[in-house]
Each structure stands twice: as C-alpha cells, then as structure tokens.
C-alpha cells in the first residue's frame, strides 16, 4: 500500500487547507503537545469511512469541523482526501491513482467522493476491505489502542487476528450472501404461495387467454377492415373535396361579380346620397327665406291693419271737424259781433247746456 498525500480543510484544527506529502521511506510527524498530530491520524480513519465517534474522539459530525478562533471564523464544511498509489493494482479500480474524499456539513450530512464522483458509504467500504484498509481495521494505531488491544478478550482478540488476515472481509461477505439466500427462500416461498392460490384459476386462465387471442385477432382483423374502410371514405371524402372547391371557387366568382355590383350600385347610391342631401341642404335654404318673406308679409299685414286703422281714426276726427266747422264759423261770427245778452248754449259733445260768456 502507497500512501501518497493527505490534504485536510476545515478539518478539527486545520482550518486552512493544509497538504501532507508521504514520499518513499519513513515518514514521521513531530510536533509539541497540541499541536494537531493526533487529528492527522483521526483524519485518516475519519475519510476512510470511521464512523464511530467515540474512537475519533467526538461526540457529533459538527465536531469534525474547525469551531473557530480569535482570527478566524469558523468553517461550516470539514474535507479530508487522501490520495493513494495504485499504480500496481492492489485496490480493484481502473486507475493509477485513487482519491477518496469525505466532506461533512454541519447539518450532518456526509459526501463521499472516490475520484471526484460521488459514491456512497458502502462503495469505499467495498473498496477498501479486499486491501486492508475497511473502517474497523487496525491498520491506524491510535492512542491507548494497544493497552485496549492486550486487554481483549479471547473472541475480541480473534475478531482482531481475522481483521489483520484479511478474512473479516470475506466474512462480511459470506454473512450478506447468507442473508440475500434467505431473502431469496422468503421469495421462493412467496412465489410458492402465489402458484398454489393461482393453480385452481388455471383452467379459467386458460380460457381467458383463448378470448383474449381471439379478441387480439378480431381486433387485428377489425383494424385491417376500418384500414380498407377509411381508405374508401379518404378516397370519396378527396373526391367531395374537389368537388366542394370547384363549387367554392364558382361560388367566389359569383360573390366577386355580386360584389363588384354591390359597390357600383353602392357608389350610385352614395351619389344620389350626396344630391339628396344637397337637395334637402337647398330645401331647407329656401324654407328659411320662405319663412323669412312670411314673417315680413305678417308685419307688413300687421302694419297695413294699424294704418288702416289710424286712416280710419284720422277719418272720423276729419268728420267730426268738418261736423263742427260751421258751428265754429258761427262762433267767430258771433265773437266779431256785439254781445248780446248771454243764453245757454247746448254742447253736443258734453251733452250739457251752459251758459257762454263772451270772451
């Protein structure tokens, strides 16, 4: 096994993108008390698929992630890749060069990515048992793994000699086929269970699928005619068709001649239209000056009646002038005389008698 690089982001205390490269030989990480050696090794059982908390040292997925400092705020994403060497094919996966990558979220949703395609929990693991390197290996020594390590059991410890053989795989293995059999008898039994209830409607099946194969051939049989049918209606409905367009075409030329009819006599209509309205225009004008002459007839009428009447007035006073004239003469005679003694004179107009004084 070739590990090659490590690269962890936001990871526990790794907040930056930090980059471990493993070249051939030994290679050791020192460092002071605190300083982060121990989340490297954490970091390597966390991205191939550890998921017991206890033994990263966390109680939470939000724990995984960088929680922040004084300087930095913290991260809400925690990555781990680990790049490994398969140039000469020990993992069982077309390439030379294997990337696995766990993210999680603060959410507590974990990715796993092998190779930048995501996958799922049990791909890595699938990947990785045949190699030695499934999660609850003990390829990464912790601390106090190996005091927990002596102080086994004897069935512990077994279960710890068939992790470092290999065989806990095969055995993983073995357990899930035993499990899919019993699936597959639970099935067979199912299935056993469906033929016996089905037997006894075997005949009536039978039947059944005889009316139905007579059926799907009355039906092909019944397609093929209405085929033939319609095409006769599609060759008769082509036939009216022409038919209706000649007949249409006819019934356009007769609407297009009609047409053209109805506009000339419409232009006719709309001149004689145009005279009428003149004509009523001209009308009107001369019943305005026929009521303007009418009206000057009645004042003319009206101010002949008042002259005749004013002449007739004037008539009556020349009469009674001409009445009174010789009385008048009379009168003057009589002034230029000497006056005789005064006697009553009668007036016919004020139908009184007095006495003139001479003047």
């Not at 290999?166 to 073995?174: L, Q």
């Amino acid at each position: 096994m070739k590990l090659h690089k490590l690269s962890l982001q936001g990871y526990k205390t790794f907040a930056a993108r930090t980059e471990f490269v493993f070249d051939d030989g030994v290679t050791a990480i020192v460092g002071p008390n605190g300083s982060g050696k121990s989340n490297i090794a954490d970091a390597l059982r966390w991205v191939l698929g550890e998921q017991s908390y206890s033994t990263l040292r966390a109680r939470r997925t939000a724990d995984m992630i960088f929680a922040g400092s004084q300087q930095r705020t913290r991260a809400g994403m925690a990555q781990v890749t680990i790049t490994l060497d398969n140039s000469d094919g020990w993992l069982p996966i077309d390439f030379s060069e294997v990337e696995i990558t766990r993210r999680a979220f603060r959410s507590g949703e974990n990715e796993y990515l092998i190779n930048g395609r995501h996958v799922r929990l049990k791909d890595v693991a699938d990947l990785l048992a045949t190699s030695g390197l499934a999660e609850r290996t003990y390829t990464i020594v912790g601390q106090g793994l190996i005091d927990q390590a002596l102080s086994l059991r004897s069935d512990e410890r077994r279960a710890l000699f068939e992790e470092a053989a290999g065989i806990t795989h095969y055995k993983t293995r073995r357990a899930e086929t035993l499990r899919r059999l019993e699936e597959t008898q639970r099935n067979l039994q199912r299935v056993r269970d469906i033929l016996e209830e089905l037997r006894p409607r075997v005949a009536s099946l039978r039947r059944q699928a005889t009316r139905t194969r007579n059926y799907e051939q009355i039906s092909a049989d019944l397609r093929e005619l209405l085929r033939v049918w319609y095409g006769y209606k599609w060759e008769q409905a082509k036939v009216e068709l022409r038919a209706a367009r000649r007949a249409a075409e006819t019934a356009t030329a007769g609407w297009t001649t009609a047409r053209d009819a109805l506009l000339a006599h419409q232009n006719r209509i709309d001149d004689i239209q145009r005279r009428l309205t003149a004509t009523q225009r001209a009308a009107a004008d001369r019943q305005t000056a026929r009521d303007r002459l009418r009206q000057e007839t009645e004042a003319g009428h009206r101010r002949r009646a008042v002259a005749r009447e004013r002449r007739a007035a004037l008539e009556r006073q020349l009469a009674e002038a001409e009445a009174e004239r010789p009385l008048l003469e009379e009168q003057a005679a009589a002034a230029t005389r000497p006056s005789p003694p005064p006697r009553p004179t009668c007036w016919r107009r004020r139908r009184r008698c007095r006495v003139r004084r001479p003047a």
